[in-house]
């Protein structure tokens, strides 16, 4: 019981770090997927046949996305600059050497190479960007919920008291978002003619969202797991909300345009902010110590938090359907990173006004403030992804290699020298094959819940308060192993763990 209450006591009471450092440590995991990219095509400009082994893709994954991700949430994470510069210099080094190597444009001038670059057709079937959100959403996540019962994790990066912005916050927020983004709304994917049967199927669809979330109680309670009720509260999870957010925003959307989805984003978020404002609400939540009144009172952060969520889903399925429109040229390209570019120094300076004059972020309520900080940090992560994406494309144009994993398919380019295609078969079937980002992506939900149960597995074995900076970081590379490996499994035998 004293140890229960230790580890509780470990992840409550924070106050979060900067905004500059979440999205800073942001830069890593698109920085990440660009060194193994690169890597990748120097391996085929030096000889090597493509693709790697089996095992081989699944080492250069895990060293060069995961282990690097570990590091700086934990041991590396005071030094996150030099990460990043680290990081910058490192793939600067790799894509001179891959333009020195190059097998296409090599007697062109390098403006006659971007002008060709510009003109390039994209395969627009996958963006890549936003399996990479969605899969790092999952693998931070994964991370954090251990990470944060050891030492070596910063507490700054935990999920805040009251106010404050920590990694975990964004993480909570994000996994809403990235839920958004490829949803049926965002995809523009035929509804149901009758609203009542579209309805209906929105509430069968969650039930293992909702049986998750009534395992994860059971659990917790029988072997007496400590739990941080101020989180969402004692009876309720994550899982539930997930739940929740998913059927009102898909029932919402069922009613009106989903093109017009930023719209009742705002009109929701505005309303909870002005009820937070103007009742009791937010001192009901964030100060009332009876929890023994209802169901109401013993969980009202869960509860009166889906407001915010269901916002946040809302935007998100704008941004979605922004993201999924038929772009094929890298122009077009270019042109929606700056357009989202704008859009995330637009929600920045709106949240530094909401902060100034109405109140800091809290994802205890889901305020304003939060709704906003997870939406333009979002578009940051999305717009680094979009970046990192684009300089891979050049790089694999110029070294005539397409066996780069999740990352955009060349279908066509001309020149008056040149002439490369790329067969997207060739490339969809690499990325069956090979990819930890694609096994990820094939089983998110699976993974997620892998996690959860690998973390509590974890914490029920080894007394994680009291380990050292070693031990930890050995504890944390093994468990992300194990969940990496058994989803990379799990996909070279094209095995989808999906039962609804």
Same mark, same amino acid.
């Not at 931070?140 to 975990?168: C, H, N, Q, W």
């Not at 002439?419 to 096994?439: G, H, P």
């Given at each position: 019981?004293?140890?229960?209450? =230790?580890?509780?006591?470990?992840?409550?009471?924070?106050?979060?770090?900067?905004?500059? @450092?979440?999205?800073?440590?942001?830069? *890593?995991?698109?920085?990440? /997927?660009?060194?193994?990219?690169?890597?990748?095509?120097?391996?085929?400009?030096?000889?090597?046949?493509?693709?790697?082994?089996?095992?081989?893709?699944?080492?250069?994954?895990?060293?060069?996305?995961?282990?690097?991700?570990?590091?700086?949430?934990?041991?590396?994470?005071?030094?996150?600059?030099?990460?990043?510069?680290?990081?910058?210099?490192?793939?600067?080094?790799?894509?001179?050497?891959?333009?020195?190597?190059?097998?296409?444009?090599?007697?062109?001038?390098?403006?006659?190479?971007?002008?060709?670059?510009?003109?390039?057709?994209?395969?627009?079937?996958?963006?890549?960007?936003?399996?990479?959100?969605?899969?790092?959403?999952?693998?931070?996540?994964?991370?954090? %919920?251990?990470?944060? #019962?050891?030492?070596?994790?910063?507490?700054?990066?935990?999920?805040? @008291?009251?106010?404050?912005?920590?990694? +975990? #916050?964004?993480?909570?927020?994000?996994?809403?978002?990235?839920?958004?983004?490829?949803?049926?709304?965002?995809?523009?994917?035929?509804?149901?003619?009758?609203?009542?049967?579209?309805?209906?199927?929105?509430?069968?669809?969650?039930?293992?969202?909702?049986?998750?979330?009534?395992?994860?109680?059971?659990?917790?309670?029988?072997?007496?797991?400590?739990?941080?009720?101020?989180?969402?509260?004692?009876?309720?999870?994550?899982?539930?909300?997930?739940?929740?957010?998913?059927?009102?925003?898909?029932?919402?959307?069922?009613?009106?345009?989903?093109?017009?989805?930023? %719209?009742?984003?705002?009109?929701?978020?505005?309303?909870?902010?002005?009820?937070?404002?103007?009742?009791?609400?937010?001192?009901?939540?964030?100060?009332?110590?009876?929890?023994?009144?209802?169901? %109401?009172?013993?969980?009202?952060?869960?509860?009166?938090?889906?407001?915010?969520?269901?916002?946040?889903?809302?935007?998100?399925?704008?941004?979605? *359907?922004?993201? +999924?429109?038929?772009?094929?040229?890298?122009?077009?390209?270019?042109?929606?990173?700056?357009?989202?570019?704008?859009?995330?120094?637009?929600?920045?300076?709106?949240?530094?006004?909401?902060?100034?004059?109405?109140?800091?972020?809290?994802?205890?309520?889901?305020?304003?403030?939060?709704?906003?900080?997870?939406?333009?940090?979002?578009?940051?992560?999305?717009?680094?992804?979009?970046? +990192?994406?684009?300089?891979?494309?050049?790089?694999?144009?110029?070294?005539?290699?397409?066996?780069?994993?999740?990352?955009?398919?060349?279908?066509?380019?001309?020149?008056?020298?040149?002439?490369?295609?790329?067969?997207?078969?060739?490339?969809?079937?690499?990325?069956?094959?090979?990819? =930890?980002?694609?096994?990820?992506?094939?089983?998110?939900?699976?993974?997620?819940?892998?996690?959860?149960? +690998?973390?509590?597995?974890?914490?029920?074995? %080894?007394?994680?308060?009291?380990?050292?900076?070693?031990?930890?970081?050995?504890?944390?590379?093994?468990?992300?192993?194990?969940?990496?490996?058994?989803?990379? /499994? =799990?996909?070279?035998?094209? /095995?989808?763990?999906?039962?609804?």
């Amino acid at each position: 019981m004293m140890d229960k209450q =230790l580890k509780e006591d470990f992840v409550s009471n924070l106050n979060g770090t900067s905004l500059v @450092e979440i999205a800073l440590g942001s830069l *890593l995991a698109p920085l990440c /997927v660009v060194s193994r990219g690169l890597v990748i095509i120097l391996c085929f400009l030096g000889g090597q046949a493509l693709p790697l082994s089996k095992k081989a893709h699944f080492l250069v994954d895990f060293m060069l996305i995961v282990i690097p991700l570990v590091m700086s949430c934990t041991v590396l994470s005071d030094m996150l600059l030099m990460v990043i510069l680290s990081f910058l210099v490192i793939n600067l080094s790799l894509f001179l050497q891959v333009y020195n190597k190059r097998r296409s444009f090599v007697q062109d001038r390098s403006l006659h190479i971007l002008k060709v670059f510009l003109g390039g057709n994209l395969d627009s079937k996958v963006i890549p960007s936003v399996t990479a959100f969605r899969v790092f959403v999952n693998i931070k996540t994964a991370i954090s %919920i251990l990470a944060v #019962d050891f030492a070596v994790f910063p507490r700054r990066y935990a999920k805040t @008291e009251s106010y404050g912005t920590g990694v +975990m #916050d964004f993480g909570v927020g994000a996994f809403v978002l990235a839920n958004s983004l490829v949803s049926p709304e965002s995809r523009q994917n035929n509804i149901s003619k009758s609203k009542l049967c579209h309805v209906t199927k929105q509430l069968l669809s969650v039930w293992p969202l909702v049986a998750l979330g009534m395992g994860r109680i059971i659990s917790l309670k029988f072997v007496d797991y400590h739990e941080h009720v101020s989180e969402y509260g004692v009876h309720w999870n994550f899982f539930f909300t997930l739940a929740i957010v998913r059927v009102v925003a898909s029932s919402l959307l069922t009613f009106v345009p989903a093109r017009k989805s930023w %719209i009742f984003a705002c009109i929701i978020g505005v309303f909870y902010q002005t009820i937070l404002e103007t009742t009791g609400l937010k001192s009901y939540i964030l100060q009332g110590s009876d929890r023994e009144e209802g169901f %109401i009172s013993a969980n009202r952060e869960g509860l009166f938090s889906i407001f915010g969520y269901i916002t946040i889903y809302l935007a998100g399925v704008q941004i979605g *359907l922004y993201i +999924m429109e038929e772009r094929k040229q890298v122009k077009d390209w270019i042109k929606t990173f700056f357009c989202l570019s704008l859009g995330c120094v637009g929600l920045f300076s709106i949240l530094f006004i909401c902060q100034r004059f109405i109140e800091p972020v809290s994802r205890r309520t889901a305020n304003l403030p939060f709704c906003i900080w997870i939406l333009a940090q979002s578009l940051f992560f999305l717009c680094c992804l979009i970046c +990192m994406d684009l300089i891979l494309v050049f790089a694999k144009l110029i070294s005539r290699c397409s066996h780069v994993p999740c990352s955009w398919t060349v279908r066509s380019i001309t020149s008056r020298k040149n002439s490369i295609s790329s067969s997207s078969s060739d490339k969809t079937t690499l990325d069956k094959e090979r990819c =930890l980002i694609q096994s990820i992506n094939r089983n998110q939900l699976f993974y997620f819940l892998l996690s959860n149960v +690998m973390t509590g597995l974890t914490n029920l074995t %080894i007394d994680t308060l009291h380990q050292g900076a070693l031990v930890s970081i050995c504890v944390l590379v093994v468990y992300m192993f194990v969940n990496c490996f058994t989803l990379y /499994v =799990l996909h070279l035998q094209e /095995v989808s763990v999906k039962f609804w």
